[in-house]
């Protein structure tokens, strides 16, 4: 073997081959080559010197435990997601009704039902019904503006 061929081998040679153990034919020629020995040395401290570097940057933490706590957080970042739309409804309810009951105030401050002008139902209104779906509730808010009933499904 010439210094040509055992170049191209170094680089894809086990460790074991390049420090000289073993009857191939580069190790062979690694023993008669000082040359291509010290191309061999310095690919084994390039190799010594990348799995040192390697594991001083291993993580402080194992890998089960950092996906363990990827999983927590997702999980309560889904929890916080589910409370939010469960609570979503209701918070648009109860700033419905505040701004309905700003609206409503009379110049004074004090509201219509305040000043003994409450609503009378005439017989003309019929009664309102609304039948909820099997899995929710039904509230209805009647208005003192006879145009405005609010139906609130949660």
């Known amino acids: 073997m010439n210094c040509r061929d055992a170049y191209e081998l170094l ?3 086990e460790p074991a081959d390049l420090r000289g ?9 690694l023993r008669s080559c000082d040359r291509c020995a010290a191309r061999a040395a310095r690919i ?6 990348l799995a040192a570097q390697l594991s001083a940057r291993r993580p402080e ?12 957080g997702a999980q309560h970042r889904r929890a916080r997601r589910r409370l939010l739309w469960r609570a979503g409804p209701a918070l648009a ?10 609206r409503n105030q009379g110049a004074d401050g004090r509201s219509p039902t ?3 002008e409450e609503r009378q139902p005439t017989s ?8 909820a ?14 145009n405005i009933v609010v139906v609130w499904l949660y």
């Open 11 to 13: 680089l894809e040679a």
């Open 21 to 29: 153990a073993g009857d191939t034919s580069l190790t062979m020629h």
């Open 44 to 49: 084994l401290g390039a190799q010594a010197n």
């Open 61 to 72: 933490t194992p890998a089960d435990s950092a996906v363990e706590r990827a999983a927590a």
């Open 93 to 102: 309810a109860a700033t419905l009704a505040g701004v309905l009951a700003w």
């Open 114 to 116: 305040d000043l003994g």
């Open 124 to 131: 003309a209104e019929p009664p309102i019904l609304v039948q």
């Open 133 to 146: 779906p099997p899995d929710r509730d039904v509230m209805i808010f009647e208005t003192t503006n006879p």
